[in-house]
């Protein structure tokens, strides 16, 4: 205890987007907490996106993009629209080796998807290619998968998935691109096909933009037997954004 105190005094803890002193770790100051864009209310139940309105908790809504493409999982949640602070702490978890970023979102990731974690789900991170993997040195997904894991209390599998293919960026292609780029590109593990079997899934990533990264891996954990699919990303990227 008193070696924590110490370090706090000579490292106290910091505002995750702004630098500033707070009262604890992995946290945002109070300018920060309002400048960030939570997503709080009506959403909509396929891709967690936030939408005008009020709900009164029972209603299901389903924005224009999921009205417009199939999603093969039952049900989708997110954080934050990708946009403003939302958008600077996804970046600072994916390229700058901010982990504590992941650390702070296991809770904001565990209120987001309260309902789907209700059923007692298998949490699965969005794999990486080794190369891609070489070089960052991490999967990002799958630090907010044990963040969840560890906040929720519930079983997580850090390679149940795997990316055999390489595919080059998502980036400047539009959503018919997107799709054919990550067709077939997921698979489930061989080691693991026993571990999904049965299971509901849920499935996380930092960014959801059309939905073709967990569409692909949707369908991997249905071949492989899963007995259903939910998705969850930090932050969601809106059409206007």
């Known amino acids: 205890m008193r070696l924590q105190t110490l370090l706090r005094a000579v490292f106290p803890p ?27 209310g009506a ?13 009164n908790g029972d209603e299901v809504l389903v924005c224009d993009d999921c009205h417009g493409v199939a999603r093969p999982w039952g049900h989708g949640r997110a954080v934050l629209h990708y946009a ?25 990731l565990a ?18 290619h080794w190369r891609r993997l070489a070089t960052r040195r991490f999967n990002q997904a799958a630090l907010l998968a ?38 077939a590109a997921i698979r489930a593990h061989p080691r693991h096909v026993a571990r999904l079997a049965g ?8 960014v959801m933009t059309s939905g073709a990264t967990f569409s692909a891996a949707t369908q991997a954990c ?10 969850i990303a930090l932050a969601r990227v809106a059409r206007d954004g």
């Open 14 to 40: 910091e505002c995750l987007c702004c630098g500033a002193r707070v009262d604890r770790d992995f946290a945002l100051c109070g300018p920060c907490w309002r400048e960030t864009p939570f997503i709080f």
């Open 43 to 55: 959403a909509c139940d396929l891709c967690g996106v936030g939408l005008p309105g009020q709900t």
């Open 84 to 108: 403003d602070n939302g958008r600077k702490l996804v970046l600072g978890l994916k390229h700058a080796d901010r982990a504590e970023v992941a650390r702070a979102a296991g809770p904001w």
């Open 111 to 128: 209120r987001a998807g309260a309902d789907l974690l209700a059923t007692d789900p298998l949490i699965v991170p969005i794999p990486l």
């Open 146 to 183: 044990k963040a969840l894991a560890s906040v929720s209390g519930r079983d997580w599998l850090a390679d149940a998935l795997i990316r055999p293919r390489h595919t080059a960026s998502q980036d400047g292609r539009d959503r018919e691109g997107r799709f054919a780029n990550l067709d």
């Open 199 to 206: 299971r509901r899934v849920l499935l996380i990533d930092d």
């Open 222 to 231: 249905l071949r492989a037997g899963a007995d259903g699919v939910d998705v």
